[in-house]
């Protein structure tokens, strides 16, 4: 089977993927067209989320995935009971006093006994894991060396001219982003 999800934008792509992936037989192969680096990286990261082995083919700006379902059941349900930081501003409120609030409350989440596993940024947000002069460049790249997971949204990083500046975590989209939120037990927004 092949798709063709060439001009898609986020999150189409991915959820295009797992509905192909859906409807295919054990064995049967699928070709994924795309052409955009963002996209390709997102459908990329979620079939090695399904443990799915996929190989990439660039044609100038085109790419081509190709993935065999495997005889494994697809088990689209991550349910976990954790907690997720949903950020979307450069601040907690307006002005200076925000900013440093931003950087104090994550400066303090790596000395929390229960910490949130993952940290998901979008609109704004992802411009202070693209800057290192942002003032909360430092206490974002410390949370990450602590060993919780930052996400910044593709669409957001695209939106911003960004896309290739990401200095920290990993670029997300918003199916694998909806599916962290509503699937675990427990999210804060600042």
């Known amino acids: 089977m092949k798709i063709d999800c060439r001009n898609l934008a986020c999150p189409k792509p991915v959820i295009e993927t797992k509905n ?11 070709e994924i067209l795309l052409n955009s680096s963002v996209s390709k990286n997102n ?36 349910t976990q009971n954790e907690s997720i930081l949903f950020l979307k501003s450069t601040k907690v409120g307006e002005g200076e006093l925000g900013e440093n609030l931003l950087v104090g409350f994550l400066s303090t989440l790596k000395s929390l006994e229960n910490r949130p596993s993952k940290i998901i940024c979008v609109n704004e947000s992802v411009l202070i894991n693209t800057d290192k002069n942002h003032k909360a460049h430092e206490a974002m790249l410390e949370l990450e060396k602590f060993g919780i997971e930052i996400i910044s949204c593709g669409a957001c990083l695209e939106f911003f001219g960004k896309t290739k500046e990401l200095k920290i975590g990993t670029i997300g ?5 909806l599916n962290e939120l509503f699937s675990k037990a427990k999210i804060i927004t600042l």
């Open 20 to 30: 192909a992936l859906e409807k295919l037989e054990n064995d049967d192969e699928l």
């Open 43 to 78: 459908v990329m990261k979620f079939l090695t989320s399904l443990n799915l082995a996929h190989t990439c083919e660039e044609n100038g700006e085109e790419f081509c995935i190709k993935v065999q379902k495997s005889t494994c059941e697809l088990s689209f349900d991550e």
């Open 173 to 177: 989209n918003a199916y694998a982003t």
